[in-house]
């Protein structure tokens, strides 16, 4: 509202309209208006007498009763211009007080003689009264008594309460009880000033009470300001100057969608430890469960109880009072401290960058990752929005005056527009308003009968692994732990209820994930291996089931042979599996095998000048290792080195001996073994050892008498022995080979069967001379 002065200058506008005033006159100035003191006048009551002039607004004066208005001394001579605006004469008085912002529109100027070396001129308007005068002063008279003197300035607007003037910008009254303030504006208008939508009257001090609401994707910021995330990493929420070791973050994930996040957990970081507040109503203090109930338990100064609604967490201060409230869906933080406490975070500004306040120190590496999905052709967006603008309605619309409905509205919208409602999603925006209201003092009765929904958290007491989410089964029945959508994806993508067999040294393991299990309606507990004693085990963090079997118990694991591998099955199967050729119940059917590769003729080549070679074969998902070593005693204490001298004729123990077998199902048995001159196994000259043939399989070579197989099939090494020898004109190295082959012990035999009759056995003889020296040539 413009603002009049008293304004004692030199300078006289030019006048526009002018009116001769005779000793009493009544003024019209309704083309330019006074408003004086919170009054607006639009006539001027005129008195002149031998001792004074007087201006009136409320009437002419009198000295006994008095009135609104200027007195000055009393002139021979008086006229009134009225002149419009004059920007030379604004920009003075917006050079003399800063204080006055609004631009002169018009103003009364009133000539006064006295004599010719004396006279007074001063003008009023809509935003200042001025006068100058030689050598007199002007007395503001009525409700506020001011002298003004010559090339001063007095700013005679204000406001009027109870019969007493005050100024701009000046308190009025204040009432403790309820921190109200009655004021006089800057603009000169009466504002009674008590606490705001978000501030509480406690004692004689107003404080800040503020609310923060994430749900869903979407964060509410204390202003009302709104901001959604798009990806599944960790965001600060609140944190405050006042207290530097506090942090509030939220953790987003997602849920049946891999393009809509949701928030997941809330972890309050305190005096470098972590409160984590989960689904379900779980409460983590850095790796312990904390059980809680509605009694408030105080850990590291936090306050933490629990009801049916959700868990709340209290950080008590001197002058701030910190509220986390979390349902496992929505999360609320109330904030009450002195007026113009700071807030950080996206509680304190949801405008602000979301990469300044991702924390990607408490986020996984692939958290940023963004997803695109086709629409849910289901989704009836309309009926979506008429769900949602239920907050703009009875009993709701009473509290929309405090808390602004409208960002719930659109993030209820936005949401339940790409993402189906189910999991609560349909009352969770609703629920969230109304206890954000239910923090100011709105107690919205009936409104879960008439939206249908319930104050009680969703999932309460259900305890999902980290792969999982909780949701209905069928909308508004019951609950279980489903698999969010990215992790589920990579076994969708092979059509696998579980993770790759795991094959160890004597056992093997499958592990099928629990609520893939369940999307197929399948009953973990119902499921067995061959055998009906050997049934899954289900971890109570992961929700994932193990089928296993090992030598100690092969849980009717069946052995078989091929060309290329060994391969040990068995199969994960319902109870009532029937093997007919129809059957009318549900089959569950998964095999699963670890196999060891057969060795090859590459795989244990046994230079004769080494002491051993030790070679590990990678067979699929199970590893197995192959060494080869000689002795030169039958108890084979003597094993030859790097440096051993052997004699031709000497005899030699040789031992193909495996670890990582299993020797319970499966044996080693040496199909052929041959030496030669040179490394390559099929280099000659060549002189065979153990021969695989049709009529000696793997039977000692009947041509070279000295060779003697004492252990082949029996277990997991073998055990051969020959007498020295070298190539005739060949240098004095040589190059041992052996071939093997895996044999399961189901199978009818392992043993070779040798034909005795065909071997003429004979006493190590003379016919090799001379002497070797391991890794030397021989010496004459």
Same mark, same amino acid.
């Given at each position: 509202?413009?603002?009049?002065?008293?304004?004692?200058?030199?300078?006289?506008?030019?006048?526009?309209?002018?009116?001769?005033?005779?000793?009493?006159?009544?003024?019209?100035?309704?083309?330019?208006?006074?408003?004086?003191?919170?009054?607006?006048?639009?006539?001027?009551?005129?008195?002149?007498?031998?001792?004074?002039?007087?201006?009136?607004?409320?009437?002419?004066?009198?000295?006994?009763?008095?009135?609104?208005?200027?007195?000055?001394?009393?002139?021979?001579?008086?006229?009134?211009?009225?002149?419009?605006?004059?920007?030379?004469?604004?920009?003075?008085?917006?050079?003399?007080?800063?204080?006055?912002?609004?631009?002169?529109?018009?103003?009364?100027?009133?000539?006064?003689?006295y004599t010719k070396k004396s006279n007074l001129t001063f003008r009023v308007h809509s935003l200042q009264l001025t006068a100058k005068t030689m050598k007199s002063s002007i007395l503001i008279v009525g409700i506020k008594v001011t002298t003004v003197y010559k090339n001063t300035i007095q700013d005679i607007s204000g406001c009027r309460h109870l019969g007493i003037a005050y100024e701009p910008d000046t308190v009025v009254s204040a009432d403790p009880e309820t921190c109200s303030k009655l004021t006089c504006s800057e603009t000169a208008v009466l504002e009674t000033i008590g606490c705001g939508p978000l501030e509480r009257c406690q004692g004689n001090n107003t404080v800040l009470a503020s609310t923060c609401t994430v749900t869903g994707p979407t964060i509410i910021d204390v202003h009302g300001h709104m901001n959604s995330i798009q990806d599944r990493c960790a965001y600060s929420l609140f944190s405050t100057p006042l207290l530097p070791d506090f942090l509030v973050l939220?953790?987003?994930?997602?849920?049946?969608?891999?393009?809509?996040?949701?928030?997941?957990?809330?972890?309050?970081?305190?005096?470098?430890?972590?409160?984590?507040?989960?689904?379900? !109503?779980?409460?983590?203090?850095?790796? #312990?469960? %904390?059980? $809680? *109930?509605?009694? =408030?338990?105080?850990?590291?100064?936090? &306050?933490?109880?629990?009801?049916?609604?959700?868990?709340?967490?209290?950080?008590?201060?001197?002058?701030?009072?910190?509220?986390?409230?979390?349902?496992?869906?929505?999360?609320?933080?109330?904030?009450?401290?002195?007026?113009?406490?700071?807030?950080?975070?996206?509680? !304190?500004?949801?405008?602000?960058?979301? #990469?300044? %306040?991702? $924390? *990607?120190?408490? =986020?996984?590496?692939?958290?940023?990752? &963004?997803?695109?999905?086709?629409?849910?052709?289901?989704?009836?967006?309309?009926?979506?929005?008429?769900?949602?603008?239920?907050?703009?309605?009875?009993?709701?619309?009473?509290?929309?005056?405090?808390?602004?409905?409208?960002?719930?509205?659109?993030?209820?919208?936005?949401?339940?527009?790409?993402?189906?409602?189910?999991?609560?999603?349909?009352?969770?925006?609703?629920?969230?308003?109304?206890?954000?209201?239910?923090?100011?003092?709105?107690?919205?009765?009936?409104?879960?009968?008439?939206?249908?929904?319930?104050?009680?958290?969703?999932?309460?007491?259900?305890?999902?692994?980290?792969?999982?989410?909780?949701?209905?089964?069928?909308?508004?029945?019951?609950?279980?732990?489903?698999?969010?959508?990215?992790?589920?994806?990579?076994?969708?993508?092979?059509?696998?209820?579980?993770?790759?067999?795991?094959?160890?040294?004597?056992?093997?393991?499958?592990?099928?994930?629990?609520?893939?299990?369940?999307?197929?309606?399948?009953?973990?507990?119902?499921?067995?291996?061959?055998?009906?004693?050997?049934?899954?085990?289900?971890?109570?963090?992961?929700?994932?089931?193990?089928?296993?079997?090992?030598?100690?118990?092969?849980?009717?694991?069946?052995?078989?042979?091929?060309?290329?591998?060994?391969?040990?099955?068995?199969?994960?199967?319902?109870?009532?599996?029937?093997?007919?050729?129809?059957?009318?119940?549900?089959?569950?059917?998964?095999?699963?095998?670890?196999?060891?590769?057969?060795?090859?003729?590459?795989?244990?080549?046994?230079?004769?000048?080494?002491?051993?070679?030790?070679?590990?074969?990678?067979?699929?998902?199970?590893?197995?290792?192959?060494?080869?070593?000689?002795?030169?005693?039958?108890?084979?204490?003597?094993?030859?080195?790097?440096?051993?001298?052997?004699?031709?004729?000497?005899?030699?123990?040789?031992?193909?001996?495996?670890?990582?077998?299993?020797?319970?199902?499966?044996?080693?048995?040496?199909?052929?073994?041959?030496?030669?001159?040179?490394?390559?196994?099929?280099?000659?000259?060549?002189?065979?050892?153990?021969?695989?043939?049709?009529?000696?399989?793997?039977?000692?070579?009947?041509?070279?008498?000295?060779?003697?197989?004492?252990?082949?099939?029996?277990?997991?090494?073998?055990?051969?022995?020959?007498?020295?020898?070298?190539?005739?004109?060949?240098?004095?190295?040589?190059?041992?080979?052996?071939?093997?082959?895996?044999?399961?012990?189901?199978?009818?035999?392992?043993?070779?069967?040798?034909?005795?009759?065909?071997?003429?056995?004979?006493?190590?003889?003379?016919?090799?001379?001379?002497?070797?020296?391991?890794?030397?040539?021989?010496?004459?």
């Amino acid at each position: 509202m413009p603002r009049p002065l008293l304004f004692l200058s030199t300078l006289i506008a030019l006048a526009c309209a002018q009116q001769i005033i005779t000793p009493s006159s009544v003024l019209n100035i309704s083309s330019c208006p006074i408003t004086y003191y919170g009054k607006k006048y639009e006539q001027i009551y005129v008195n002149s007498t031998t001792e004074n002039f007087a201006l009136c607004f409320d009437g002419f004066f009198e000295t006994q009763t008095g009135g609104d208005g200027l007195v000055g001394p009393a002139a021979s001579y008086v006229t009134l211009h009225i002149n419009s605006k004059n920007s030379k004469l604004e920009s003075q008085v917006h050079q003399e007080v800063p204080s006055i912002k609004a631009s002169l529109k018009c103003n009364l100027e009133f000539f006064m003689e006295y004599t010719k070396k004396s006279n007074l001129t001063f003008r009023v308007h809509s935003l200042q009264l001025t006068a100058k005068t030689m050598k007199s002063s002007i007395l503001i008279v009525g409700i506020k008594v001011t002298t003004v003197y010559k090339n001063t300035i007095q700013d005679i607007s204000g406001c009027r309460h109870l019969g007493i003037a005050y100024e701009p910008d000046t308190v009025v009254s204040a009432d403790p009880e309820t921190c109200s303030k009655l004021t006089c504006s800057e603009t000169a208008v009466l504002e009674t000033i008590g606490c705001g939508p978000l501030e509480r009257c406690q004692g004689n001090n107003t404080v800040l009470a503020s609310t923060c609401t994430v749900t869903g994707p979407t964060i509410i910021d204390v202003h009302g300001h709104m901001n959604s995330i798009q990806d599944r990493c960790a965001y600060s929420l609140f944190s405050t100057p006042l207290l530097p070791d506090f942090l509030v973050l939220g953790n987003f994930r997602d849920r049946r969608r891999k393009d809509v996040s949701f928030l997941d957990s809330v972890t309050l970081r305190v005096d470098r430890h972590y409160i984590h507040l989960e689904q379900g !109503g779980r409460v983590q203090m850095d790796d #312990s469960t %904390l059980t $809680l *109930s509605s009694s =408030s338990q105080l850990v590291h100064g936090v &306050q933490l109880s629990k009801d049916q609604t959700g868990v709340t967490a209290k950080l008590l201060l001197s002058n701030l009072n910190i509220s986390v409230f979390f349902d496992g869906y929505t999360a609320q933080i109330l904030l009450e401290g002195p007026a113009g406490s700071s807030v950080e975070g996206l509680c !304190g500004n949801c405008s602000s960058s979301l #990469s300044d %306040l991702r $924390l *990607s120190e408490y =986020s996984s590496t692939s958290c940023e990752m &963004q997803y695109s999905e086709t629409a849910d052709s289901t989704i009836d967006c309309t009926s979506v929005t008429e769900r949602c603008n239920l907050l703009k309605e009875a009993p709701f619309s009473s509290c929309n005056t405090d808390i602004d409905p409208e960002p719930y509205i659109t993030a209820c919208t936005d949401t339940l527009c790409k993402y189906p409602a189910v999991d609560g999603l349909n009352c969770q925006f609703l629920k969230a308003y109304a206890r954000a209201c239910s923090l100011h003092n709105h107690a919205l009765d009936g409104w879960t009968s008439k939206t249908g929904c319930s104050s009680e958290a969703f999932c309460q007491d259900r305890t999902c692994s980290d792969h999982e989410f909780c949701g209905e089964k069928t909308v508004g029945g019951d609950t279980r732990c489903f698999c969010r959508d990215i992790f589920a994806s990579k076994y969708q993508e092979i059509n696998s209820l579980g993770d790759a067999t795991v094959c160890m040294q004597d056992s093997a393991s499958v592990t099928l994930v629990g609520c893939l299990l369940e999307d197929k309606h399948i009953n973990y507990s119902a499921l067995q291996l061959n055998y009906p004693t050997c049934r899954g085990q289900v971890d109570k963090l992961t929700h994932m089931v193990t089928f296993s079997f090992n030598s100690s118990n092969r849980c009717g694991t069946v052995v078989t042979t091929n060309n290329s591998y060994v391969i040990y099955k068995n199969t994960i199967r319902s109870q009532n599996y029937s093997f007919d050729v129809i059957t009318r119940n549900d089959q569950v059917q998964i095999d699963f095998s670890c196999v060891h590769s057969q060795p090859n003729i590459n795989t244990a080549t046994f230079r004769i000048r080494d002491c051993s070679v030790a070679q590990k074969i990678s067979c699929g998902a199970w590893n197995y290792t192959l060494i080869i070593k000689a002795y030169t005693d039958a108890g084979r204490t003597q094993v030859v080195q790097l440096n051993s001298h052997l004699r031709l004729n000497q005899r030699i123990w040789v031992e193909l001996e495996t670890n990582g077998l299993d020797g319970s199902m499966v044996t080693v048995v040496s199909d052929s073994c041959w030496a030669t001159n040179q490394a390559s196994p099929t280099s000659s000259p060549r002189h065979d050892l153990i021969i695989n043939g049709e009529r000696y399989s793997d039977c000692a070579n009947p041509a070279d008498l000295t060779v003697a197989v004492e252990e082949n099939g029996l277990g997991t090494s073998t055990l051969f022995s020959f007498n020295m020898f070298r190539f005739t004109g060949g240098s004095g190295e040589v190059y041992l080979h052996c071939k093997l082959h895996l044999c399961p012990k189901e199978e009818t035999s392992c043993i070779p069967n040798c034909n005795a009759a065909a071997r003429r056995r004979r006493s190590v003889g003379s016919k090799y001379e001379g002497e070797a020296s391991i890794g030397m040539s021989w010496t004459h």
